[in-house]
């Protein structure tokens, strides 16, 4: 019987598709508005939100003030994780989605990559999809909401939410 070669890459794909889901936990403050959120974006046909719900009802519900809840991704906190698609560690902050702003450094939830990150432990992959490919998201470390963590890249922020115009205009001259 004859079978096709399959490159490293294919294997590598296939290795991934096969990852056990690792255990969720979320805080017992953030499990009803997650649940009422991903139930309202499900009625509207969201697809990340049909994933976000699937890890709400697979996810253990601990109280707030549990230990274990500081090494886990929470609403608000800080993450560290690489992906497979071979770039560089990135750092977000998982946020509410009306929260999210144009700051690189925020993620909402209700994304692809939020859905995914939601309740997860240092070292714990997940596998997700994006337009249609799976992709996996390796989490390096955890910081807390309350840390003082700066993103390096911010959008600017203007106090009237309008852009700040310098010029004076044609009677300049």
């Given at each position: 019987m004859w079978l096709p070669k399959r490159s490293p890459r294919s294997l590598e794909q296939k290795e991934c598709a096969v990852l056990p889901l690792p255990k969720i936990v979320l805080s017992a403050s953030d499990y009803p508005r997650l649940e009422q959120l991903a139930r309202i974006a499900v009625q509207q046909g969201d697809m990340s939100a049909?994933?976000?719900m699937v890890e709400?009802?697979?996810?253990e519900i601990?109280?707030?003030?549990?230990?274990d809840l500081a090494s886990v991704v929470t609403i608000g906190s800080w993450i560290s994780y690489w992906t497979n698609w071979g770039i560089p560690r990135k750092t977000v902050q998982l946020v509410w989605p009306e929260d999210c702003t144009s700051d690189l450094a925020q993620i909402s939830v209700l994304s692809p990559l939020g859905a995914a990150?939601?309740?997860?432990h240092v070292g714990d992959q997940m596998p997700y999809f994006v337009a249609g490919c799976m992709n996996v998201v390796r989490i390096e470390s955890i910081t807390g909401p309350e840390?003082?963590?700066v993103p390096l890249v911010r959008a600017p922020v203007f106090a009237d939410n309008d852009p700040i115009d310098d010029d004076p205009g044609p009677n300049a001259a």
């Open positions: 049909m994933f976000l709400i009802n697979r996810a601990i109280s707030d003030d549990a230990r990150l939601i309740g997860l840390s003082n963590v």
